[in-house]
């Protein structure tokens, strides 16, 4: 989720928000029979859903589905008519007499319907007449109701069939293995019978159609299948070429083979997702799609990875109810990192935790926090969250730094088989761990899952001949009944002049501790927590020379990146020189960005030429962070000409070019705007490069790029520049009136774009540009739309909105006195730098 660039930390919900628990069962469902007719030019299905079910209840009289906007036309049990009533999004079927517990029932529901939320039919329009014809479903979390009606709700698991009839051109693509294809050519029609013999819950059944061609890979005896539209196939196999070496590593590294007759992946249009994992055949949004220049730095394989790890985590062990879905989406978040470290290393691997941490780090500070575990939510969607996804991954990684690999992976492995084909709980997590280890974790569970917040830890070090090295680490977070003082070991080490450690174990479980540790003579640097396993925040103030042999000599890249971007504030010439040498020799590419970033935040002119020097440096993610940190330059001809030239020249990444134009806009030179107006006809892999310039001219603070801007926001444009765009004109209100007054008129029509991912934009470039009059349509977008996510949105910039009606002035006056400051900041470093450099020709 995006957060609002204004908002700052909220509770999670109102307090009038109740407990959601989980919803009881009075049938258990066995089997799922889909028979259905797609008529992709009405945008209808029609069709039967046949359930067979056991009764759990003793005595039920009724039975009731899960239904929305279906309209239901005959139900028949065991082939009987059977009397129905619909409403308030139920479909309740009376029942020849009560029923005894274990007595099993065959319920077939006619019904049709035009979708509006579960299956989405895909196709050419005014704005987009080139757009292909698909149909598609998702269900997570609760829309499976929209297309057929069921039990709807994780907590109960089925066999499935889906027997679906589309236009004999396209295939139709389902979970399982394909039973049977047939066509009828006096209708122009083909039916696909797909078969799912494993139980799973609704929200996993699934249905894809379109012109797509299959590819056929293979994994052991698994087959592997992808799905795209003709002409992408080589862009497939970029996108998901390693999915075969996921599916063996997985099973090596879980214990348990892939469960399902075969593995696909769709690549859909308007897919509302990145992804999703319905068992057996993930549908992935066909922007994972990517060509060989954007495949030089990007990659499917985070994507890919998540997806294909939800078969074991989410889908063969499912969460009980939504609370508990941390048990799908934190495991999966973790074995993408798995997959990095397997694929690509530990560097790589820590480098992508170190962006769990930081996305999680951003919700809890400036949205809010709550614990992983929590069943206080108004729509399941709000709690798929960073604390959800990458929280949850981060304290998978702590346990298994806590037990060690052969009893981590050993226990997941014991969970995996123990619950397999069922749902789960985090209780059963946490036994399965401590059955297979013999530990207790209540106080993990505790504080990691059940409670909230994190440790946020002040370091210090000393030495001295008798004590050694003396460690104070002090917990800072205001410990409640809701967060708590922590418990967790952490490694210290101990680094001489010459790289060479010391590391000592110790364990944290009080508000302070000082340890003393065994040193002849004092260390180079002292480094607490050196690999980032432990989720906090870290203040630990170090010299220069600590931080530059840090840099020069940490094993873990992700130490020396560290070490770089606390050079950035001190601002030497030495930590100049140091990040300079860091960014034109480290081995591992994120270093070097970091210490491009550093650079950066001192700008200097030492730093700067440091930055031009490195602007060819090899790797194009190093090259970006190059190009970013040359925005930091403003009022800096010179970085302003290397972009120029760069930009002009062009560059093998398409990103860094993006990035370019991005920093163009910062620097806020003279030339800026006819550069970036001339890149609006520049393609590139999903308009990054057009996007990037959009957002440029919302930087310059420039009133001719309004109507520049404004065009780009219209439906038919690409979507990844109408966002840009949208979110630029926004920034524009910065102007004040009377470009305020006139943004604001144009934006607020948006609230009703046609495109999903528009809407889902708009209430946080309502909130940007801060007038309360925009509340109104804001309440009216969070009434009407059925989307979840964009509800919250829509709620939390009325929130923002309504702190203070003049808070959109007061944040622009902030930003204005921010920027008054920095010229103030950047004159006075220029007329420092001039007087130096008189000083050195006097001497």
Not at 131 to 156: H, I, L, M
Not at 575 to 586: F, G, Q, T
Request: glycine share 6%.
């Amino acid at each position: 989720m995006q957060a609002s660039a204004f908002a700052g930390r909220r509770p999670f919900q109102p307090d009038h928000v109740e407990p959601r628990w989980p919803r009881d069962r009075v049938a258990d469902v066995r089997h799922i029979r889909i028979e259905v007719a797609l008529d992709f030019d009405r945008r209808s299905i029609a069709g039967t859903a046949t359930h067979r079910l056991t009764v759990i209840s003793d005595g039920l009289a009724w039975l009731e589905f899960d239904q929305a906007e279906l309209a239901i036309t005959a139900v028949r049990i065991d082939g009987k008519p059977a009397a129905f009533e619909t409403g308030a999004g139920k479909l309740a079927i009376t029942l020849a007499g009560p029923m005894r517990t274990g007595a099993e029932l065959e319920i077939a529901i006619d019904y049709s319907a035009h979708p509006r939320r579960g299956l989405y039919f895909v196709g050419p329009d005014s704005g987009y007449p080139d757009k292909p014809v698909e149909a598609w479903t998702q269900g997570e979390d609760e829309d499976s109701r929209y297309w057929f009606p069921c039990y709807d709700y994780p907590n109960d698991k089925a066999t499935s069939e889906v027997i679906a009839t589309v236009p004999d051109r396209f295939i139709a693509v389902s979970n399982g293995a394909l039973i049977e294809k047939s066509t009828d050519k006096a209708r122009g029609t083909s039916t696909w019978h797909w078969r799912q013999d494993v139980p799973h819950s609704a929200y996993l059944i699934t249905l894809a159609a379109g012109d797509f061609v299959e590819m056929r890979d293979h994994a052991g005896a698994t087959p592997v299948l992808y799905y795209v539209h003709p002409g992408r196939e080589d862009d497939a196999r970029r996108a998901f070429g390693n999915t075969p070496r996921m599916i063996e590593f997985f099973e090596r590294i879980i214990g348990v083979p892939y469960p399902y007759a075969k593995y696909s992946q769709i690549a859909v249009a308007d897919f509302i997702f990145g992804g999703m994992e319905n068992t057996s055949a993930t549908t992935q949004t066909a922007d994972t799609l990517h060509d060989a220049r954007a495949h030089l730095d990007s990659t499917s394989d985070p994507l890919v990875a998540h997806e294909l790890a939800h078969q074991w985590w989410g889908d063969l062990l499912t969460c009980r109810d939504w609370a508990h879905a941390w048990l799908n989406e934190g495991f999966a978040t973790y074995f993408e990192a798995l997959w990095a470290e397997e694929n690509l290393g530990a560097d790589e691997f820590a480098w992508n935790l170190r962006q769990d941490r930081e996305s999680y780090f951003g919700e809890e500070a400036h949205r809010y926090r709550r614990p992983i575990v929590f069943n206080r939510y108004r729509e399941p969607i709000e709690l798929f969250d960073r604390h959800l996804y990458e929280k949850g991954g981060l304290v998978l990684h702590m346990l298994r730094r806590l037990l060690g690999d052969t009893n981590f992976f050993g226990a997941l492995k014991l969970y995996c088989e123990r619950h397999r084909g069922r749902n789960v709980i985090t209780q059963d997590l946490q036994t399965a761990f401590e059955d297979a280890t013999g530990r207790n974790l209540d106080w993990f569970f505790d504080q990691w899952v059940y409670k909230e917040g994190h440790p946020e830890l002040e370091v210090s070090s000393s030495f001295d001949d008798k004590r050694g090295v003396t460690v104070s680490v002090k917990q800072t977070q205001a410990a409640s009944a809701t967060i708590p003082v922590f418990r967790f070991p952490m490694t210290i080490a101990l680094m001489d002049a010459d790289g060479v450690e010391t590391r000592h174990q110790v364990e944290i479980d009080k508000r302070e501790h000082t340890f003393n540790l065994p040193a002849t003579k004092a260390p180079r640097a002292v480094r607490v927590d050196p690999a980032q396993d432990v989720l906090a925040s870290i203040r630990h103030k170090r010299g220069r020379e600590a931080l530059e042999t840090i840099l020069a000599h940490a094993p873990e890249a992700i130490g020396r990146a560290g070490a770089a971007a606390a050079l950035g504030k001190d601002g030497s010439a030495a930590a100049v020189a140091a990040l300079r040498r860091a960014l034109m020799n480290d081995p591992f590419w994120g270093v070097r960005a970091d210490a491009a970033s550093a650079l950066g935040s001192i700008r200097t002119e030492a730093a700067m030429a440091a930055l031009l020097e490195a602007i060819t440096v090899e790797h194009p993610k190093a090259r970006r962070a190059v190009v970013r940190a040359l925005g930091e330059f403003r009022g800096k001809p010179a970085a302003a000409t290397a972009l120029i030239d760069l930009i002009a020249k062009g560059d093998e990444s398409y990103f860094v070019e993006a990035e370019a134009a991005h920093s163009l806009g910062r620097t806020r030179d003279a030339r800026a705007f006819d550069q970036l107006v001339s890149l609006l006809e520049r393609p590139s892999h999903l308009d990054v490069i057009r996007a990037n310039a959009i957002g440029a001219l919302g930087e310059l603070r420039d009133v001719r790029a309004i109507d520049i801007v404004r065009p780009w926001c219209a439906y038919g444009r690409s979507p990844r520049a109408r966002h840009a765009a949208v979110s630029a004109i926004a920034k524009m209100a910065e102007l004040g009136e009377p470009h305020k007054g006139a943004i604001l008129d144009f934006i607020l029509p948006m609230v009703d774009d046609p495109d999903f991912t528009m809407r889902l934009r708009i209430p946080s470039a309502l909130e940007q540009i801060g007038d309360a009059r925009a509340i109104g349509a804001l309440r009216r977008l969070e009434e009407r739309e059925l989307d979840g996510r964009i509800r919250r949105r829509a709620r939390d910039a009325i929130s923002g909105l309504s702190d203070g009606r003049g808070r959109g002035d007061d944040v622009v006056r902030m930003r204005e006195e921010l920027e008054r400051l920095r010229d103030e900041n950047r004159k006075f470093e220029d007329r420092i730098a001039k007087l130096e450099t008189a000083s050195r020709a006097d001497k």
